[in-house]
């Protein structure tokens, strides 16, 4: 355990990261723009009226827009039926102008995501959830087009804060298919060793206390204390979970799967909740759209 005179976690700021990212990005686009007379496009489709997705698709539109990417925005009733939606992908497909397609989920309960997405041609998914690009990710010697922009944050946020990833020990803990498992993938590529914690696993907090490295994927409001981490580690804490809070309008707060309180005084490094690796997202997102757009653009 680190003494009460050690110090502090240095705070990874992934809103200043990914800021530093859009300009780069803008940079990029205004010059696409100058010498091909074109700009990369970016359709999002949402099917439905749900607040949360509205909220994020918003988001990813403004984002467009500031660093001048071209947004296609479709937006379909709660009741269109599968066929359409996947229809709507075929043309976006087919359409030159657009070189990123991003179906927001989740999709109404009538509608088969699986289906839908897997419609989406893998030089156009730029969410990087398409199984060619995952199964890329996978393999040796195998790049994909796009890796998912979650766990892409995340090592963006390791390389961007000088941290060496090249023979440490990781610890993702959490497998989903969003970011537990590709950014396993992402870190062994990176030549991380690599230790995937879940439900079933025994001895978490041992195992998590070994770790040089660690990214917290679980959905689980403070689950990792500060004894479970080992002195200097770089902690990058993914959950975003609602906790009660009177005090607040909204009557809740967001917080991290770890910590934060107890983990600044051990860590040696940390990204707060929110504006870690939300931002980053977003951030990744658009790098994705702008690298498809290059491939065609650029030929």
């Given at each position: 355990?680190?003494?009460?005179?050690s110090?502090?976690?240095k705070?990874i700021?992934g809103?200043a990261?990914?800021?530093?990212?859009?300009n780069?990005?803008?940079k990029?686009?205004?010059?696409?723009?100058?010498?091909?007379?074109?700009?990369?496009?970016?359709?999002?489709?949402i099917?439905?009226?749900?607040?949360?997705?509205q909220?994020?698709?918003?988001?990813?539109?403004k984002?467009?827009a500031?660093?001048g990417?071209?947004?296609?925005?479709?937006d379909l009733?709660?009741?269109?039926s599968?066929?359409?939606?996947?229809a709507?992908?075929?043309?976006l497909?087919?359409?030159?102008?657009?070189?990123?397609i991003?179906?927001q989920?989740?999709?109404?309960?009538?509608?088969?995501?699986?289906?839908?997405?897997s419609?989406i041609?893998?030089?156009?998914?730029?969410?990087?959830?398409h199984?060619?690009?995952?199964?890329?990710l996978?393999?040796?010697g195998?790049?994909?087009?796009?890796?998912?922009?979650?766990p892409?944050g995340?090592?963006?946020?390791?390389?961007?804060?000088?941290?060496?990833i090249?023979?440490?020990?990781a610890?993702?803990?959490g497998?989903?298919?969003?970011?537990?498992?590709?950014v396993?993938?992402?870190?062994?590529?990176?030549?991380?060793?690599?230790?995937?914690v879940h439900?079933?696993?025994?001895d978490t907090d041992?195992?998590?206390?070994?770790?040089?490295?660690i990214?917290a994927a679980?959905?689980q409001?403070?689950?990792i204390?500060g004894?479970?981490i080992?002195?200097?580690?770089?902690?990058i804490?993914?959950?975003t979970?609602a906790?009660?809070d009177p005090s607040?309008?909204s009557?809740y707060?967001l917080?991290?799967?770890?910590d934060f309180?107890e983990a600044?005084?051990?860590?040696?490094?940390?990204?707060?909740?929110?504006?870690?690796?939300?931002?980053m997202?977003?951030a990744m997102?658009?790098k994705?759209t702008?690298d498809?757009?290059?491939k065609k653009?650029?030929?």
């Open positions: 355990m680190a003494s009460s005179t110090p502090a976690a705070i700021d809103k990261i990914a800021q530093e990212i859009r780069e990005i803008a990029e686009v205004q010059s696409l723009s100058q010498s091909h007379n074109k700009v990369p496009g970016l359709a999002v489709v099917v439905g009226s749900r607040k949360d997705s909220t994020y698709v918003s988001t990813k539109r984002a467009c500031e660093v990417i071209r947004s296609f925005d479709i009733a709660e009741d269109v599968e066929s359409d939606v996947i709507r992908v075929h043309e497909n087919a359409d030159p102008d657009v070189h990123g991003l179906v989920l989740p999709l109404p309960k009538h509608i088969n995501e699986e289906r839908v997405l419609e041609s893998i030089e156009k998914d730029v969410d990087g959830f199984p060619l690009n995952i199964g890329k996978a393999m040796k195998r790049e994909p087009l796009f890796s998912p922009c979650t892409k995340c090592l963006e946020l390791l390389s961007r804060s000088g941290i060496t090249k023979g440490k020990n610890v993702v803990v497998r989903s298919n969003i970011v537990g498992l590709p396993s993938l992402l870190l062994l590529k990176a030549d991380a060793t690599v230790t995937i439900s079933h696993t025994r041992r195992i998590i206390r070994e770790a040089d490295i990214i679980a959905g409001a403070h689950m204390k004894d479970w080992k002195p200097g580690a770089a902690v804490d993914v959950g979970n906790v009660d607040r309008k009557g707060r917080v991290g799967d770890v309180q600044s005084k051990v860590a040696g490094w940390l990204t707060p909740v929110p504006g870690g690796v939300g931002p997202t977003v997102l658009l994705n702008l498809g757009a290059k653009i650029v030929q």
